[in-house]
Structures are given as structure tokens and as C-alpha cells.
């Protein structure tokens, strides 16, 4: 077998190539840049808007796991154009190669569109998938978390300085990244099951609040905090002050402070994927705790 990817680069790409070559499958991945020689993957230079490239990562693959995409954007363009043209490209060119089964990765975000530009275009990327007339599963990851990760690094950070500033009162479900890349990989593998949208995550019902969450996240860090749940106002204030601070680095946009007001991002139970499937394996505090480690040694912490 051998697995086209796109987002290979990325922290869940990148994790799932691991997790591929490990199991003793063969991958295709694209890149924008030249990438180290590694056994059993081959790189292709090219990108999501270059059909060229995407003919040459197809050609010879059994199955597609659609991975890349934008999650913050200053140019609420760069959503569309990542998440719904990059998308279409890609069913394109798996249609025009024969490939079938075709793994696409969204988010819980497209469950409630309204709410953001980012929920908005991943919606709109499901929706292509579902009527392209490939064999696909979709796959809605809740937050993703595990070395390597830059998107949750910033609570670990806030944890450290033993205060943390958090979103309305609500839930969230939790995945590691590699009980996530597990996932994908049983679903490249086989045709089945065939055209379901899956919501995967640590398996712990109801997910967790944020003061939980955040209780968690202290511990790993071996720091108590105090955490103070944010107004959406003052939420999306701080997405302005972000801006101004960090310009191109900031990582709270006005987008992301409307998504991350919403009270429930737990996984829905009947989404979850059928254990004869796959299961969760990474204890969720033990996971942030071998996150944290991973964080001080890289000095990111």
C-alpha cells in the first residue's frame, strides 16, 4: 500500500507519516520545500494549488489522507482558498488517479459554521467530500495536543506563570496526536467504514470543562494556577490587542476568539468510531505531562 498525504510537514502530518513508515506502509507526501531523504517516503515538491504536483503525489497510491489546511488566517481568504479550493483540488486529482478512498481530516468547528470564517470553510470542505462520489470518511478532530504542538503551547505557558486566562465556561474533548494518527491510518487501510464522519478523542465522556482542563494542564507542568474564565468580549479584545503585539505571530484572531467562545466542543458520542476500529491509548494527563517534558526540552517552555 502507499498513502498520498498533504500537510506532511505539519504537527499532525508529520506525526502520521511517523506512525504510516512505522506500521510498514509507503507514503507519497507533498511539500512546499525540499524536505530530508527518509526510507519509505517520498517527497513531492509542489503544492495544493499546483495540479501538477498533486498528478505526481497521487500516482501510484491506494488512498489519500487529506491532512493540510489553514486554522488562522489574517486574510479571511486564505480559509476559503486553503480549506475549500485546496480540498476540491484534491478530490481532483484522487478522481482523476482512481484512488477511491479518500481520508479527510475537518474539524469539530464545522459543526457549528456560523461561528467562524475557519468553521465556515470546513464545513464547505465537507460538503465536497460527501458529494464527490469517492469512498471517504471524514474526520473531526477536537483539540489535538502532544509534542510538537505550537497551538497549545500557549496554555502550557500560561500554566507556568501559574495563571490562566480562559474562554468562557464550557467543554472541550481532548486527542493526542498520536492516538489521532492511529485513527487515520486504520481508516487509509480500509474502505471500511465508508462515507461517515467520525469524531474521535481521548474517550473521556462529556469531555472536560476548562477549569478541569486547565487543572490538568498545571499539574504537568508541576504548577498550581489560578485560572480566570474571559468574557467573550473581553475574549475578542484580547484577539485585538494580540494583533497589534504580535502582528504576523499572534495567535488569537477575532475568528478564533468567536470560535473559542462556544460553550460545547466535546465530541458527539454516536460519532465516535466503532472500538472494533480503533481506541484511544494515550491517558490524557499522562500525555500532557510527556507534552510538557517534550516542551522544556526543545526550550519551548
Known sequence: MTIAVTGGTGFVGSRFIDTAVQAGQQVQALTRRPQDSRDCVQWVEGSLEDSDS??????????LVHIAGVINARDPKDFERGNVDGTLAMLAAATAAGITRFVHVSSLAAREPKLSRYGASKARSEELVQRSGLDWAIVRPPAVYGPGDR??????????LRVMLLPPHGRVS??????????????????????????PDDGRSGGW????????????????????SM??????????VDQLVRRERAKLSADRAAYFSHSDWAVSPELRPSPTLWQPQVDTEDGLRRTAEWYRQQRWL
Request: hydrophobic letters at 45%.
Open 151 to 160: 497551538e497549545t503551547l500557549e496554555l502550557f505557558r500560561m500554566a507556568k
Open 231 to 240: 468574557p467573550g468580549k473581553m475574549l475578542r479584545l484580547g484577539a485585538v
Open 209 to 228: 470543562t476548562h477549569k478541569e482542563l486547565a487543572k490538568a494542564i498545571g499539574a504537568a507542568v508541576g504548577k498550581a494556577n489560578l485560572s480566570l
Open 174 to 199: 481532548l486527542i493526542h496526536v498520536d492516538d489521532l494518527s492511529r485513527l487515520l491510518l486504520a481508516l487509509a487501510q480500509s474502505d471500511e467504514p465508508s462515507r461517515v464522519v467520525l469524531e
Open 54 to 63: 498533486l498528478r505526481r503525489l497521487v500516482t501510484g497510491c491506494t488512498s
